[in-house]
């Protein structure tokens, strides 16, 4: 799921880590910073965030992995990109941003 927002003040980074977010990596070909937010121990099922900061807005690619990958070095495929949870997730996220 595909969302923007506004840039809130303060560090985006102190504020998804406040809301269950890990930062995992900055991709160099999309200048988009990596973020995960598990839901189980086991690190699966968890909500994983691509953001991109673009002028005076942030850029959310939401998603849902179910499983973590079968094989290695390949993504997960199991992911839910629409639906309930990810729909509430996203809706969380705005209200932990004070958007």
């Known amino acids: 799921m595909k969302f923007i927002l506004k ?3 303060g560090n985006i980074l102190d504020l998804l ?17 990596v973020f995960y937010h598990p839901l189980a121990p086991a690190g699966f099922p968890r909500f994983h965030l691509f953001l991109k ?8 690619n939401l998603h849902l992995d179910q ?4 094989y290695k070095g390949t ?5 839910e990109h629409e639906g309930l949870m990810v729909k509430k997730e996203a809706k969380r996220i705005k209200k932990e941003l004070g958007l």
């Open 7 to 9: 840039r809130p003040k």
């Open 17 to 33: 880590r406040r809301s269950g977010y890990h930062f995992r990596a900055k991709t160099k070909e999309r200048g988009e910073l």
């Open 53 to 60: 900061p673009e002028k005076d807005n942030l850029i959310f």
């Open 67 to 70: 499983k973590k990958p079968v």
């Open 75 to 79: 993504p997960a495929h199991n992911a």
